[in-house]
T-cell receptor, first 118, second 115 residues
Framework: AQKITQTQPGMFVQEKEAVTLDCTYD???????LFWYKQPSSGEMIFLIY??????QNATEGRYSLNFQKARKSANLVISASQLGDSAMYFC???????????????FGQGTILTVHP | DTAVSQTPKYLVTQMGNDKSIKCEQN?????MYWYKQDSKKFLKIMFS???????INETVPNRFSPKSPDKAHLNLHINSLELGDSAVYFC??????????????FGEGSRLTVL
């Protein structure tokens, strides 16, 4: 079974600086993907970025990028030029069974609360 | 237009009552889900439906009964509410049931408080 671990319960960053949120995973599937979601205090879940295990390059979406290191089984989220609106809970997630048979079952990490200071 | 909408957003009720949460998606997706987020913010899947057919039932007590009248709707009915049912319930949808790269689209969540 897949396992997702986020070891940072909370992180602080100064506005305009970059921050890295850690995520490690464990899976025996040869093909898999990693998602990052943001949950602001208002409660909704917002999709940020996705990385497939066979993607050659690290995924980027605006200020978000994934530092994907397969050998270390890590998929860290890097947020550049932090903004006050980035303060939120961030979740790393993985389909429970990859290869097209996950049936939408995402396994989530424990989450990291990011606080951006002005 | 909200892609995945849930009602109500907040629900406060007494132990033992029965309540329902409704979910609708206008994305044309085939698959819908219910996830539960507990007080420690841990998210876990409860149910998955594909084209009105139950695909995943993640060992949820049978007091929880999902119903999908059509592929755009997935409602959650909870009987005999208990204190431990207090949580935020998220509805979600995806294009395919066996997604790898397609993300889930979440609703805004329904916060249930059982007193």
């Amino acid at each position: 079974a897949q396992k997702i671990t986020q070891t940072q319960p909370g992180m602080f960053v100064q506005e305009k600086e970059a921050v890295t949120l850690d995520c490690t995973y464990d899976t025996s599937d040869p093909s898999y993907g990693l998602f990052w979601y943001k949950q602001p205090s208002s409660g909704e879940m917002i999709f940020l970025i996705y990385q497939g295990s066979y993607d050659q390059q690290n995924a980027t979406e605006g200020r978000y990028s994934l530092n994907f290191q397969k050998a270390r089984k890590s998929a860290n989220l890097v947020i550049s030029a932090s903004q006050l609106g980035d303060s939120a809970m961030y979740f790393c997630a993985m389909p429970a069974n990859a290869g097209g048979t996950s049936y939408g079952k995402l396994t989530f990490g424990q989450g990291t609360i990011l606080t951006v200071h002005p | 237009d909200t892609a995945v909408s849930q009602t109500p957003k907040y629900l406060v009720t007494q132990m033992g009552n029965d309540k329902s949460i409704k979910c609708e998606q206008n994305l044309g997706h085939d698959t819908m889900y219910w996830y539960k987020q507990d007080s420690k913010k841990f998210l876990k899947i409860m149910f998955s439906y594909n084209n009105k057919e139950l695909i995943i039932n993640e060992t949820v007590p049978n007091r929880f009964s999902p119903k999908s009248p059509d592929k755009a709707h997935l409602n959650l009915h909870i009987n005999s509410l208990e204190l431990g049912d207090s949580a935020v319930y998220f509805c979600a949808s995806s294009q395919e049931q066996g997604f790898v790269s397609g993300e889930l689209f979440f609703g805004e969540g329904s916060r249930l408080t059982v007193l």
